[in-house]
């Protein structure tokens, strides 16, 4: 590689900085909090908005130590003529004013289609490591001291053999640090849902062999009736890595995948067939369960594959088509 090559990069990279300091934001604009985790305003300075941005880079890079240091914003693009090009669009359209509640700043997040059918949508790295960390430590400080209570509540579900994992649930009153408040407002900047209609976090975990056969979020109208409201997407957020098995399943994914109800024994334990996605820390992986028009997408049928090695952490978020927490927007 030349040297005038480097040179433009490193230059570039500076240009970047300024302009993703001055439009791009880390989502959401919240205020700071005492842990330190990186959060800024509408109204931020232009510095602390640049730090929105280079912060969890150089959060993740000291806490593992071993990676070399990588200049802000560089895994982004995969080309300079990429970076060049996104500098310039910036330029030439900075955000817009705002409506009264919108924001002054831009957001950003890779997002990537995994299918129509249903829509799942993955946003990979939407949570730090540090992030992921914290909400664990929290979820695990719940589960043992209520590892009894939580029995009582799971005893049915856990004769049964359908779901067999532990899990709690947490709101944002549960975290003083702000970290579950911080999620929940950039998956609703995100998705453009409210985080009122969002329900509290089911927080689970995943020891060896456990697992969630494969089951519908919302209340299927066919066997429960009408709903006077209906968990219309699901948000798995992904707080840890697991080291084999896991996976979460789609079995009935793809335009003719309920094809595969018809015949004999469909089998809701299986981890064959379908969409499989590997649990990776910090990714969150949105689905519908209802289609445009408000009906159920049969597509939605997903489960947890059993744990083979190690230990998985996920958060659930479940969205109504109604105000579920008050306030309501
Ligand atoms: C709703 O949308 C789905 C998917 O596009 C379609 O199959 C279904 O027929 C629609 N139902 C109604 C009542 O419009």
Redesign the pocket.
């Known amino acids: 590689m030349s040297r005038g090559y480097t040179t433009s990069t490193l230059l570039c990279f500076c240009a970047l900085s300024f302009i993703f300091g001055r439009f791009v934001q880390e989502i959401p604009g919240l205020p700071q909090t005492k842990s330190g985790f990186t959060q800024s305003g509408g109204a931020a300075s232009k510095t602390s908005r640049r730090q929105a941005i280079e912060k969890p880079v150089q959060q993740a890079q000291s806490h593992h130590q071993s990676g070399k240091p990588q200049a802000p914003g560089k895994k982004l693009f995969t080309s300079f003529e990429e970076a060049v090009a996104a500098t310039e669009a910036l330029l030439r359209a900075p955000p817009v004013k705002p409506a009264h509640t919108g924001n002054e700043f831009y957001s950003s997040q890779p997002l990537q289609i995994i299918s129509w059918y249903p829509r799942i949508i993955l946003f990979p790295g939407f949570i730090d490591e540090q992030r992921c960390a914290h909400f664990v430590k929290l979820a695990k400080a719940r589960l043992a001291p209520s590892a009894l209570a939580m029995r009582k509540t799971e005893e049915d579900q856990e004769t049964e053999d359908v779901r067999t994992s532990q899990g709690t649930f947490m709101s944002r009153h549960d975290d003083l640090e702000g970290v579950i408040s911080w999620i929940e407002e950039k998956a609703a900047q995100l998705t453009g849902l409210p985080v009122s209609h969002g329900e509290p976090f089911n927080v689970l975990r995943y020891q060896l062999g456990q697992h969630y056969d494969s089951h519908y979020d919302i209340f299927e109208p066919e066997s429960y009736g009408p709903q006077s409201s209906q968990r219309m997407a699901t948000i798995l957020f992904y707080l840890s890595d697991v080291e084999e098995g896991g996976d979460t399943i789609f079995p009935l994914e793809g335009r003719y995948g309920q094809e595969r109800l018809k015949g004999t024994g469909f089998n809701y334990k299986s981890c064959e067939g379908g969409y499989r996605y590997k649990p990776r820390r910090g990714d969150a992986l949105m689905f519908y369960s209802m289609?445009?028009?408000?009906?159920f997408?049969k597509h939605a049928l997903h489960g947890g594959c059993p744990v083979i090695k190690g230990e998985k952490w996920v958060a659930t978020k479940w969205i109504r088509d109604k105000c579920f927490s008050p306030p309501c927007m």
């Open positions: 289609h445009p028009n408000g009906t997408d």
